[in-house]
Structures are given as C-alpha cells and as structure tokens.
C-alpha cells in the first residue's frame, strides 16, 4: 500500500488547529457563523482545508447560505430538506457553491428530497442512520441516481461506487463520510487518534498526539484495520456470503437481521456499477495525441 | 516440462475430513541424505534431457512443517549438486499457509516461487487441527498466511472441494469464495472418496454437475466480474478459444509427464497414486529418476487412450474434455485403468444441461456438424 499522508478528521477546536502545520484537514462544525474563521486559520497554519463538515440539526431550508462561502469546499448534513419554496429561493447561491448538502435516511421523505435536489442540480448524498433505513426507497434513489438519462447532479454514495467500482478491488464507500482510515483518520482536541468516527466517540483510539502519524502504517492496530474485513470471512454465515460483499463490506451487518433489505439494494447497485462500468468502456473515445 | 510430486513429508498440522494423508498413523519426513538424492537424481535427469525441464511441487501433509531449515538446505542443496541445471528447475508449492512466516518467504523467494496453490474450506469443522477440526484456529492462521503472501506480492490460487455438506447452498460459497479471492483463480473440485465414506462427504457425478450448474448463471452472466473460476473457464476456453486447458485428471496425457516421490523415496505416478498406493515404480534409493521416469508401466495410460477411443469413448462428442477421466478413478471403480470414469457422466451432464443452455455455445462450433472430433 502506498504510504499517502492522512487526511485529519476533527471537531473544530483552535488550540488544535493552531498546533497542526501543512497538514490537509477536515474540520467539522455546527456552526455557521465559524466558516470564514475556520478557513482563515486553517489557512494561516498552512494547512490545507479539504472539507469543512457542518452538522445541522434543522432543515436545509434554515442553512444562511453565503455567498461569500463561494470556493470552500462543504459537506452539510442536515436532517430534513423543509419548505420547499424557502429553499428554491436559494438555489441559484447553492448552485454556485462547492457544497454537497447530506439528507438522513432516519427521514423517510428524504428520499423523495435528495430525488429532487439532483434534479435541481445539487450534489448530495445520503446520510446513513443504520436502524432507520428504508432499503427500498434507497433503490428508487439509486436506480435515479445511476441510471436516469435525464441531466442531474450526483448523488452519493451511488457515485462513488459506480465510479470507483473495480471487480478486482474491494469499494470502500466510507470515503464519502470520511471515515475511510486508508484516507482518513479522526483526531480530538487531545489529540487521541482513531480509525473513524464511530471509533473516535467510542473511545477506542489507535494511538495519541500527532508526533506518532509519520509512523501510523507501522502502528499494529493501524495494520489490523486493514484487514479487519477479515473477520466477516471467519464466521459461518454472514455477509461474506452476500454476493455484494465487495462493495459493502458488511456496514450494515449489525442491522441486518431486523432489516435485511441492504442485501438486495447492495446487489443491484453493483449492477448499476457493472452498467456504468461497462459503458464506459463502450463510449471510450479513441485517444489522439496532443499538440 | 516433467512435474515431480513431491512429498518430503506425510505429516500435517490440519485433520482435514476428506484427506487421504492424514489417516496414516506413523507419517514420515524425507532425511536430508535422500533430499540429496534427489537433487542429484534430477541434476542427472535434466543433464540427460537437455531440452526438459522439471517441475518440484512442494506437496504434503503439509510441508511448512518441515520448517525453515529444511527449505533453506533443500535450496543450498540445488545450489550445490545442480550447478548447470538449476535454472531449469522450477519450483511451486501447495500449503495450507497456516504456519507462513517472513522468513519462509525469502526462502521460497530464493526457490523462485511466486505462487502458492492452496486449499480453502468456510463450512465450519472440516478442516482444522485436532479431532473437532477447529476451523476458526485454522482459517483465522489462514487468513494470515494470506496477507503476508499479498504484501509479499506473491500469488496464490486454491482448490474448493466439493463435499455433500456444500451442496445446500452452492451459491452461498461461491459468492464466499469469490469475495475472498477477487483476482487470480479458484478451483471447483470434486472430493475423491476412497474406501469407506465414513464421514459421508461423498458426492456423486450428478450432485457434482448440478453443484457446477446453480453457480455457473451467475458465474456467466458476470465472468468479467468474477476471478478465473474452474471448471467454467476451461470448458470456456477449450470450446470457444480452441485451447486445451484440462486439469491433469483429463488431458489422457499424464503417462510420461508426472511423477510422485514420496518421504522414503518411494516413486508412483502422481500424489493420488502414492497415497493409494495404487501403483509402483519402485523407490529412487534403487533407481534413478531417469528410470523411473521411463517405467515401462506408464506405456498403458497411453494405450488406454487407443482402448477408450475404440470402445467406451467411441464417437464420444466430449472426449477431449476429459479422455475418459482420470486413469486412477478408473481403477478405484473396477480395479483396472482401461475404463472411462463416472466423473465423465458428471462432466457430459453439465455441459449439456448447464453450460450449452445458457452459453448459447454448440458443439458443432468447435467440430462441425457431425459433433465428433477428428482424430
């Protein structure tokens, strides 16, 4: 594995901003009126913002969108999509922003919603909230998603799959929430790191202080979770059995026995992957040189 | 190239359910002096055969058991007694990989070794060490033995035998075994019984086809997604890319071509007749691999061929898939070589009920309309 350096994952806190240098950084916040001051000092330190993660527990409707957020790159995960005539009066400003707006899944009427932002033209995604999901309004959105014809934004994670998916690889999709620990990994104000943010609010840390990442490919539960995939491979029944494995990699196997839906909808989106893959290669051009 | 089987040890650290090694009592390892032997007996061999090369598979019990040391002075004593011919010797290696470590690897990268042929069970308690066969020990070592071998760079393929225990869900371990191995290959075989079924794991030709059958849609449908799978990728080259890619059991070809050596020195035709002791060509303490190479017993496996092709095989559409099937299962049967096997009927029934159905692919394709082979 090529040793890249990671991408550090944290709540906004300065003293720890203040403590990195020339690092890439995602910076998590709920609040709005931080995001010039974050990228400022993220700036300042010579660090390099790859995305500011905003959590906000009302209506993507109530978001003050800014202008002057023009060129930051955002994640938003907001709960529900609200009126649909506030939010219509931001769109053109949502347009021109470098944002992907994140509805949850635990809002069943999300579905429909995200169904309409791509339309409008705004990248989003869902927000996965494993015991609320609704696997058969998720392959509505999927099927959309990857196979409409008709012009629209994308859609995560069904975007990333279809366009990372590679038969000779597993597809780790949880880069689209970094929580991906080839990429990223999660820090606290202490400087306790983790493998993802599950991991980081449980307290099970991989590590402390940022002196030990140069060394973090060397670190044994580093090492572990990257074959941590393993262990569905050791039990007698299972997701290692589930002929979309490769691209869920047992995410939902916590749920799956109350909600079995993930197996079907993980299956036909690998069909949907196989499709665009396979289209692809039938539209590739032929490469000309280059003057 | 001549492949040898090569068994320096009958030991094993697994109790696997339908291995034929493990039920001897008193398993014995190779000495260092008829190790020597051999190296002199093969360097002699390839100075005979200019043009010959010779493959050692590194067979068992399970051969890591002989430890390091010993591999360490099997490569010295390559080094040492087949100085002009080395380079036509080739090595592989089968394991069940639970006992790999680091060092094991720079040695068989001496050896030049880049690929390791192994063996891989999920269903739980067939294989593993002790009389439970505790599978999650072993699959938990295997699992290891896996990722060095992958941060090594070095290769790996394994075989999945097919047991009565897999036959209720068919597609449950090919979606298992397919999510394992995503690249390189796997096998599909069936478990050979000899003697008593006394665990009854036994299958017969017909559950072995419909077995190949509930697997092969999908397999088809997506190959490009899926690693090389055989026997599908076998039927599919030799039918439709003329190639012919048969295991060792149906190339009708294996009369000159193999050799089993076995911890005494004991030589037989390959690793199924050695553990059956189903034939002889003495031992190389008494004569040389040139010899037995030449053992005037091999002849009959060429003439079962002429015999096949004028009687039980004659006008046979799917001949060249398997020559009859593997000469030892013959003689396990009926106590003689000169008989087609029933894994031939396994064979035919899946073809024509799975595989010519939904490939769309005909006989006639490949030998015109009178369906026969020109001989």
Same mark, same amino acid.
């Given at each position: !594995?090529? +040793?890249?350096?990671?991408?550090?994952?944290?709540?906004?806190?300065?003293?720890?901003?203040? #403590?990195?240098?020339?690092?890439?950084?995602?910076?998590?916040?709920?609040?709005?009126?931080?995001?010039?001051?974050?990228?400022?000092?993220?700036?300042? #330190?010579?660090?390099?913002?790859?995305?500011?993660?905003?959590?906000?527990?009302?209506?993507?409707?109530?978001?003050?969108?800014?202008?002057?957020?023009?060129?930051?790159? !955002?994640?938003?995960?907001?709960?529900?999509?609200?009126?649909?005539?506030? !939010?219509?009066?931001?769109?053109?400003?949502? #347009?021109?922003?470098?944002?992907?707006?994140?509805?949850?899944?635990?809002?069943?009427?999300?579905?429909?919603?995200?169904?309409?932002?791509?339309?409008?033209?705004?990248?989003?995604?869902?927000?996965?909230?494993?015991?609320?999901?609704?696997?058969?309004?998720?392959?509505?959105? !999927?099927?959309?998603?990857?196979?409409?014809?008709?012009?629209?934004?994308?859609?995560?994670?069904?975007?990333?799959?279809?366009?990372?998916?590679?038969?000779?690889?597993?597809?780790?999709?949880?880069?689209?929430?970094?929580?991906?620990?080839?990429?990223?990994?999660?820090?606290?104000?202490?400087?306790?790191?983790?493998?993802?943010?599950?991991?980081?609010?449980?307290?099970?840390?991989?590590?402390?202080?940022?002196?030990?990442?140069?060394?973090?490919?060397?670190?044994?539960?580093?090492?572990?979770?990257?074959?941590?995939?393993?262990?569905?491979?050791?039990? +007698?029944?299972?997701?290692?059995?589930?002929?979309?494995?490769?691209?869920?990699?047992?995410?939902?196997?916590?749920?799956?026995?109350?909600?079995?839906?993930?197996?079907?909808?993980?299956?036909?989106?690998?069909?949907?992957?196989?499709?665009?893959?396979?289209?692809?290669?039938?539209?590739?051009?032929?490469?000309?040189?280059?003057? | 190239?001549?492949?040898?089987?090569?068994?320096?040890?009958?030991?094993?650290?697994?109790? %696997?359910?339908?291995? @034929?090694?493990?039920?001897?009592?008193?398993?014995?390892?190779?000495?260092?002096?008829?190790?020597?032997?051999?190296?002199?007996?093969?360097?002699?061999?390839?100075?005979?055969?200019?043009?010959?090369?010779?493959?050692?598979?590194?067979?068992?019990?399970?051969?890591?058991?002989?430890?390091?040391?010993?591999?360490?002075?099997?490569?010295?004593?390559?080094?040492?007694?087949?100085?002009?011919?080395?380079?036509?010797?080739?090595?592989?290696?089968?394991?069940?990989?639970?006992?790999?470590?680091?060092?094991?690897?720079?040695?068989?990268?001496?050896?030049?070794?880049?690929?390791?042929?192994?063996?891989? /069970?999920?269903?739980?308690?067939?294989?593993?060490? *002790?009389?439970?066969?505790?599978?999650?020990?072993?699959?938990?070592?295997?699992?290891? $033995?896996?990722?060095?071998?992958?941060?090594?760079?070095? $290769?790996?393929?394994?075989?999945?035998?097919?047991?009565?225990?897999?036959?209720?869900?068919?597609?449950?371990?090919?979606?298992?075994?397919?999510?394992?191995?995503?690249?390189?290959?796997?096998?599909?075989?069936?478990?050979?019984?000899?003697?008593?079924?006394?665990?009854?794991?036994?299958?017969?030709?017909?559950?072995?086809?419909?077995?190949?059958?509930?697997?092969?849609?999908?397999?088809?449908?997506?190959?490009?997604?899926?690693?090389?799978?055989?026997?599908?990728?076998?039927?599919? /080259?030799?039918?439709?890319?003329?190639?012919?890619?048969?295991?060792?059991?149906?190339?009708?070809?294996?009369?000159?071509?193999?050799?089993?050596?076995?911890?005494?020195?004991?030589?037989?035709? %390959?690793?199924?007749?050695?553990?059956?002791?189903?034939?002889?060509?003495?031992?190389?303490?008494?004569?040389?691999?040139? @010899?037995?190479?030449?053992?005037?017993?091999?002849?009959?496996?060429?003439?079962?061929?002429?015999?096949?092709?004028? $009687?039980?095989?004659? @006008?046979?559409?799917?001949?060249?898939?398997?020559? *009859?099937?593997?000469?030892?299962?013959?003689?396990?049967?009926?106590?003689?070589?000169?008989?087609?096997?029933?894994? %031939?009927?396994?064979?035919?029934?899946?073809?024509?009920?799975?595989?010519?159905?939904?490939?769309?692919?005909?006989?006639? @394709?490949?030998? $015109?309309?009178?369906?026969?082979?020109?001989?």
């Amino acid at each position: !594995m090529r +040793e890249r350096e990671h991408i550090l994952v944290f709540h906004f806190d300065e003293n720890l901003v203040n #403590r990195l240098h020339n690092k890439r950084v995602v910076v998590i916040t709920s609040d709005f009126e931080k995001v010039h001051h974050i990228c400022k000092l993220v700036n300042d #330190r010579h660090n390099s913002l790859h995305c500011l993660v905003i959590h906000h527990k009302g209506s993507l409707a109530s978001i003050p969108f800014n202008e002057n957020w023009r060129g930051i790159p !955002m994640a938003i995960f907001a709960n529900e999509m609200g009126p649909f005539k506030e !939010m219509m009066a931001k769109l053109q400003l949502m #347009r021109s922003l470098s944002t992907r707006i994140f509805l949850s899944s635990a809002n069943k009427a999300n579905f429909t919603n995200l169904h309409i932002l791509a339309s409008l033209g705004i990248d989003c995604g869902i927000s996965f909230d494993e015991n609320n999901i609704d696997w058969e309004a998720m392959n509505d959105l !999927m099927t959309y998603a990857v196979y409409s014809k008709v012009n629209h934004a994308s859609v995560e994670p069904f975007q990333f799959v279809t366009q990372a998916y590679e038969p000779s690889r597993f597809t780790e999709f949880s880069s689209v929430y970094f929580d991906n620990p080839q990429t990223y990994l999660h820090i606290d104000k202490d400087e306790n790191i983790a493998l993802n943010s599950k991991d980081l609010k449980q307290g099970n840390f991989i590590a402390k202080g940022l002196d030990v990442l140069p060394g973090i490919y060397g670190n044994e539960k580093f090492v572990e979770s990257l074959h941590a995939w393993q262990s569905f491979f050791l039990k +007698e029944n299972g997701c290692a059995y589930c002929q979309a494995w490769r691209i869920c990699l047992g995410k939902f196997s916590e749920s799956y026995d109350k909600n079995p839906g993930c197996r079907q909808f993980f299956i036909d989106l690998m069909e949907g992957a196989d499709h665009f893959r396979a289209l692809q290669h039938k539209n590739k051009r032929k490469e000309l040189w280059q003057p | 190239m001549a492949t040898i089987i090569f068994k320096p040890t009958e030991k094993c650290n697994s109790n %696997c359910i339908y291995c @034929d090694v493990v039920v001897k009592k008193q398993p014995k390892t190779m000495s260092f002096e008829l190790l020597e032997h051999i190296f002199k007996n093969i360097d002699e061999y390839l100075k005979a055969k200019p043009q010959e090369r010779i493959q050692l598979v590194w067979h068992g019990g399970e051969p890591l058991l002989l430890g390091e040391d010993y591999f360490l002075k099997a490569a010295e004593m390559q080094d040492k007694y087949c100085p002009e011919t080395k380079h036509r010797i080739q090595h592989a290696i089968q394991s069940n990989l639970t006992l790999l470590n680091q060092n094991f690897i720079n040695i068989f990268r001496r050896m030049g070794i880049d690929q390791i042929g192994t063996s891989f /069970e999920p269903i739980a308690n067939m294989r593993g060490p *002790g009389a439970k066969r505790d599978s999650l020990a072993y699959n938990t070592q295997f699992m290891k $033995g896996i990722n060095l071998l992958e941060q090594n760079n070095i $290769g790996w393929g394994f075989i999945y035998v097919v047991t009565k225990k897999a036959l209720a869900r068919p597609l449950d371990i090919f979606f298992y075994l397919s999510n394992l191995k995503l690249t390189g290959s796997f096998m599909l075989n069936p478990v050979l019984v000899y003697g008593e079924d006394k665990e009854n794991i036994g299958i017969t030709s017909e559950e072995y086809a419909d077995f190949l059958g509930a697997i092969f849609p999908q397999w088809w449908k997506y190959r490009d997604r899926y690693p090389i799978v055989n026997p599908f990728k076998m039927f599919t /080259e030799n039918l439709v890319e003329n190639k012919l890619t048969t295991g060792c059991e149906d190339t009708g070809m294996c009369a000159y071509g193999h050799v089993y050596i076995g911890p005494s020195g004991e030589a037989s035709q %390959c690793g199924r007749a050695g553990d059956w002791e189903i034939i002889s060509y003495g031992n190389i303490n008494e004569r040389s691999l040139i @010899d037995i190479m030449q053992d005037e017993q091999r002849e009959q496996f060429i003439k079962r061929n002429d015999v096949l092709l004028a $009687g039980e095989c004659k @006008d046979c559409p799917f001949w060249e898939f398997c020559h *009859g099937g593997c000469p030892l299962d013959s003689f396990i049967q009926t106590k003689s070589f000169m008989h087609r096997t029933n894994r %031939c009927e396994g064979k035919k029934l899946f073809l024509e009920k799975y595989f010519f159905p939904i490939t769309g692919i005909r006989l006639e @394709d490949k030998y $015109g309309k009178d369906n026969k082979k020109n001989n």
